[in-house]
């Protein structure tokens, strides 16, 4: 089968987990709705469209590799919301700038007062690559997507700008597990820094995880197992 390889590089990344609190924590992969969310970025999905979004997640096939481990740092995040401008009494006087570079006309809601303090971790110079397939969807149409989007695209969150084209080649292999083990997949970086990385995909002796997202309501829902595993990485002379 086809199958696209995808790179997430970026100065920080967010690879954002269920959220339990006011705490924005990560896990060491991009979630299956972290990579709904991307593409329907790319494919210009509005946010109201969940039955799209709903479609698009039950269609995605994807194996990660890390090729380069990121440092976990925590930006610590505050926001004076009784400040003129944060002060918007109707959707008119909103001031909110949109990536389809549109104003989100935003209403005022009941939080309008005091300081708002919050922690956001991401993973900071870390490199990951994306094997990955769409059902009912040509490699050749999500390569265009992701050459072209409708909208900038992000790694988590708005903050996090790709650092290079998110979309590198396409292959063919049996699955997209397998994908991860050609040597073209592999950055120069990688090739020359490491014997080994961590690679992980669905598999039925893996752990239970909940990363898909019901977008309707906007919380992380269903289950899926997920297997840890480390890979070999090929020598200069490996034929991959």
């Known amino acids: 089968m086809n199958v696209n ?12 987990g269920p959220i339990v609190s006011e705490e924005g924590l990560i896990q060491p992969y991009p979630a299956l709705s972290m990579m709904t969310g991307l593409l329907a970025n790319a494919f210009g999905y ?4 969940a039955s799209r979004h709903e479609s698009l997640q039950e269609r995605i096939t994807y194996a990660v590799r890390e090729d380069q481990p990121g440092e976990k740092i925590t930006d610590y995040q505050t926001v004076d919301l009784g400040a003129d401008y944060m002060q918007a009494q109707t959707k008119r006087d909103s001031v909110a700038w949109t990536t389809w570079g549109e ?36 490699a050749e149409r999500l390569q265009e997507a992701l050459e072209r989007p409708a909208r900038p695209l992000f790694i988590g969150r708005k903050n996090c ?12 292999a049996a699955g997209v597990k397998h994908a991860l083990w050609d040597r073209k997949t592999f950055p120069e970086e990688t090739l020359e820094a490491f014997d080994r990385v961590r690679a992980w995909w669905t598999s039925p002796d893996g752990d239970p995880v909940t990363d898909a997202r019901d977008w309707t309501n906007q919380i992380h829902v269903g289950r899926r197992q997920i297997a840890q595993e480390y890979i070999s990485v090929p020598t200069p002379t490996s034929d991959g």
């Open 5 to 16: 390889v995808l790179r997430l590089q970026a100065p920080m990344m967010s690879f954002g």
């Open 161 to 172: 700008l790709p650092s290079r084209p998110i979309h590198r080649m396409t292959v063919e």
């Open 103 to 138: 104003l989100d006309q935003r209403e005022g809601g009941s939080a309008s007062k005091g300081t708002a303090e919050r922690n956001r971790e991401y993973w900071a110079d870390a490199s990951y690559t994306i094997a990955l397939t769409v059902d009912e969807l040509s």
């Open 46 to 49: 509005r946010r109201r469209e």
